[in-house]
């Protein structure tokens, strides 16, 4: 969900349909009316993440399309967040094995897509939101992305290859480099963690996901004040981002002086329920125990 000059939109799926809701006040929803050209297909539409385009230019949602074949990644956009369109695929969005677009950020330097592309972590970039650039991030998958220090995007998500190690990839803006992944001790380890989603507020980067340092399957959150170059584990407390049940984080947000994380809690699909986190957005040497 983002919000725009026009109100909240949220993107998400209906069955196998891709799928808008829009709303004024965060109160009142309408759902978009379903166009089979534009939400559907011959295979599953996913629509993962939405953002507001520069310049008041509209929306742009990201996510995947089923085909008679493979996934391929997918882009969206929209001028008033209420009529959509789906962009045409120039080569970019599709290839051998399964693509996907699982978050998406809009700035002054154009759009920055990341996901999966086979087995390799990989991102899309873009200045006019209809002709996109891929990139190979290394095996792995990326799941989240936003602006980090002034000029740079930090990625998120899980690298590839025996257990599973979050992984965070920095672009600068302003050098002809390619992404760099950041080496951070606190995102491996003998145990398993995985990052799902990034955030950035008053200079700190804060990131969510779960890891097996409680002893199962439990929330977990990182934090960043240098742009994600270096990262801090918040400390492990069993009653916050553990207990009897599994425990993820998703998605995350900042708003007035605080994080706030969703996720889900339950042993199994069918007793999941919702949950939520929130933390201040702590400051100077704080914030290594955000």
Do not use: C, K, Y
């Not at 349909?17 to 011959?42: K, L, M, Y």
């Amino acid at each position: 969900m983002v919000a725009g000059p026009a109100g909240l939109v949220a993107v998400g799926t209906d069955g196998g349909s891709a799928a808008v809701w829009t709303s004024d006040d965060g109160e009142v929803w309408q759902r978009r009316d379903h166009d089979e050209a534009v939400f559907g297909g011959p295979g599953d539409q996913r629509m993962e993440a939405v953002a507001v385009l520069p310049d008041g230019a509209g929306w742009l949602a990201v996510g995947s399309s089923a085909g008679p074949g493979d996934l391929d990644a997918a882009v969206w956009r929209s001028v008033d967040g209420q009529a959509w369109n789906r962009v045409p695929d120039d080569g970019a969005l599709g290839g051998p094995g399964d693509q996907g677009m699982r978050d998406v950020v809009a700035g002054p330097a154009g759009l920055v897509a990341v996901g999966t592309d086979g087995g390799s972590a990989a991102a899309w970039t873009s200045t006019d939101a209809t002709t996109w650039t891929p990139a190979d991030l290394g095996a792995g998958q990326a799941s989240g992305v936003t602006a980090g220090a002034p000029g740079m995007l930090a990625a998120v998500g899980a690298a590839g290859g025996e257990g599973a190690d979050g992984a965070v990839w920095r672009l600068d803006l302003g050098s002809a480099g390619g992404w760099e992944g950041a080496e951070a001790t606190e995102l491996g380890g003998p145990l398993d963690q995985e990052l799902a989603a990034v955030t950035e507020s008053e200079g700190l980067l804060v990131a969510v996901g779960r890891s097996t340092l409680g002893g199962g399957d439990d929330a977990a959150a990182w934090a960043s004040s240098d742009g994600g170059a270096t990262w801090v584990r918040s400390p492990h407390l069993e009653e916050v981002f553990g207990g009897d049940q599994a425990q993820r984080m998703l998605d995350v947000a900042t708003s007035e002086g605080l994080v706030v994380a969703v996720g889900w809690s339950g042993s199994t699909p069918e007793s999941r329920d919702a949950a939520v986190w929130i933390t201040d957005l702590a400051g100077g040497g704080a914030r290594s125990n955000l």
